[in-house]
Each structure stands twice: as structure tokens, then as C-alpha cells.
């Protein structure tokens, strides 16, 4: 888990580590990106408050929608990637729970995730 606080003395490598906006909030951040006239990423003027992975599987399901929705070619090359995935795993003779690329691609997004098979929940 990630300790911050505004100052924190890091013994094990004899520094301090400063925070000056460990404590900000979004709006104290976005008037200062604006008072400072600071560039940012253009994916924030259109929606979205993070960027990084496109389909990240730790981002909520709504943000995954958008993503593939506003960038369709990604979902491609999800699929690019889940049919090698299937084809390997067939060479390797491993034990199949997907039928194709769109049903490994529905259980990474969570599509339906109360039914997708293979899923667990903690009460399984």
C-alpha cells in the first residue's frame, strides 16, 4: 500500500520524501494546471479523468466501454492477441474454458460478469 503523507522521513534510504499536493483535491489541481497555463494529456478535455491502458482491467466496466467505444482498433487488437492466446494454449494441449477471442474478450471487460464462464466470485 502506498504511504503518503506531506512529509515522510524514509530511513531506509536516509531521505525525506516531500508531497506538496498529497491533499489536494481534483478542483485544487485542475485551477492550478489552468492558473499555470499547463498542457495537459488532450484525453482529459474529452472525458476522461485517467489515462493510461487502454481496457485496463482494474479500471471500472464503464470506463472500459468508453475506451473500446472511442478507440474501436484497441478492441482489435485485444482480440489479436486473445486468438494467439487460444492458439497456444491449444498447442500446448492445455484445458480450454473459451470458445473464441470475443468470449475471452467479454470475460476480460466483464461483459455480463454475472454469467461469464470461467468467472469466479468469493462465493463460488
Not at 84 to 97: A, H, N, P, V
Request: proline share 4%; with cysteine; charged share 35%.
Amino acid at each position: 500500500m502506498w504511504d503518503c503523507t506531506l512529509i515522510k522521513l524514509m530511513k531506509e534510504k536516509g531521505s525525506t520524501l516531500v508531497n506538496p499536493i498529497y491533499d489536494w483535491l481534483d478542483t485544487d489541481i485542475w485551477e492550478y494546471i489552468r492558473e499555470k497555463d499547463i498542457k495537459t494529456n488532450p484525453l482529459y478535455s474529452r472525458g476522461y479523468d485517467r489515462v493510461g491502458c487502454i481496457g485496463c482491467p482494474l479500471a471500472p466496466y464503464h470506463r472500459r466501454q468508453k475506451e473500446f467505444a472511442d478507440y474501436p482498433q484497441y478492441k482489435t487488437l485485444y482480440l489479436n492477441a486473445f486468438r494467439e492466446m487460444l492458439k497456444t494454449r491449444k498447442e500446448k494441449g492445455l484445458k480450454e474454458i473459451w470458445k473464441d477471442e470475443q468470449e475471452v474478450f467479454d470475460w476480460w471487460i466483464e461483459e455480463g460478469k454475472h454469467n461469464v464462464k470461467g468467472q469466479l466470485s468469493l462465493f463460488d
